[in-house]
Structure formats: structure tokens, C-alpha cells
């Protein structure tokens, strides 16, 4: 499974941004999708996180301003990001848990990461 991220770059604070993130390969199933941050001189994070159902876990830190979304009929998964702050600058990655095929297990996916900077 390769996930294919996109919609990173640069914006001012109070802006807004949508990262895309478009799963292929051989997908039996995806469990959970989600996005990730990475910002430097820090551990990775949870930024959020969506079930193939449609329920949804944020972080403290994005409750209110950032939305994911996903379809699964096209094995994609979007964030809407919002309000914007430089605190939101990082490397985004994608991520999900899929199945190739109904016999083998679930692994865990990374894309390659997007940059967001969000300048003062």
C-alpha cells in the first residue's frame, strides 16, 4: 500500500490549508486513516484520526480548527486545517491501517510526509 500525501506549504497565521492523501496498491481494507505531525526537535504526533465508520479523534491542540475527512469509496482521506498557527508548522504525514487481503493482518502505512509552515 503506498499513500501519496499533498496540499502542504506556506501560510500566514489565520490561514487555511487542506492536506490530501490518496491511498493505492493492493487494499483488501483500510481500518483507520490519519495525519501526523512532526515539527523540529520534537516527537511525532497525533494530529487526527478518523475510523472507517466516521468517528473522528483530534488533538487538544486542533479541536475547533482542524476537520479530517475521508471517502472511502476512493481510499482517501483529507485534513481541513483552519486558523492556522505558527505552532502548526511541521512535516504532515499520512497514515492508515490496512489489510492487502481478508486473510493476512492489518499493518500500519506512512506516506512521505508534507511541509506546512505557517509564518507570524
Known amino acids: 500500500v503506498q499513500l501519496q500525501a499533498s496540499g502542504g506549504g506556506l501560510v500566514q497565521a489565520g490561514g487555511s490549508l487542506r492536506l490530501s492523501c490518496a491511498a493505492s496498491?493492493?487494499?483488501?481494507?483500510?481500518?483507520?486513516m490519519g495525519w501526523y505531525r512532526q515539527a523540529p526537535g520534537k516527537q511525532r504526533e497525533l494530529v487526527a484520526a478518523?475510523?472507517?465508520?466516521?468517528?473522528?479523534k483530534y488533538a487538544d491542540s486542533v479541536s475547533g480548527r482542524f476537520t479530517i475527512s475521508r471517502d472511502n469509496a476512493k481510499n482517501t482521506v483529507c485534513l481541513q486545517m483552519n486558523s492556522l498557527k505558527p505552532e502548526d508548522t511541521a512535516v504532515y504525514y499520512c497514515?492508515?491501517?490496512?489489510?492487502?487481503?481478508?486473510?493476512?493482518?492489518?499493518?500500519?502505512?506512512w506516506g512521505q510526509g508534507t511541509l506546512v509552515t505557517v509564518s507570524s
Open positions: 497514515n492508515a491501517e490496512s489489510q492487502s487481503v481478508f486473510y493476512q493482518p492489518a499493518y500500519e502505512y
Open positions: 478518523i475510523t472507517s465508520g466516521g468517528s473522528t
Open positions: 496498491g493492493s487494499i483488501f481494507r483500510i481500518n483507520h
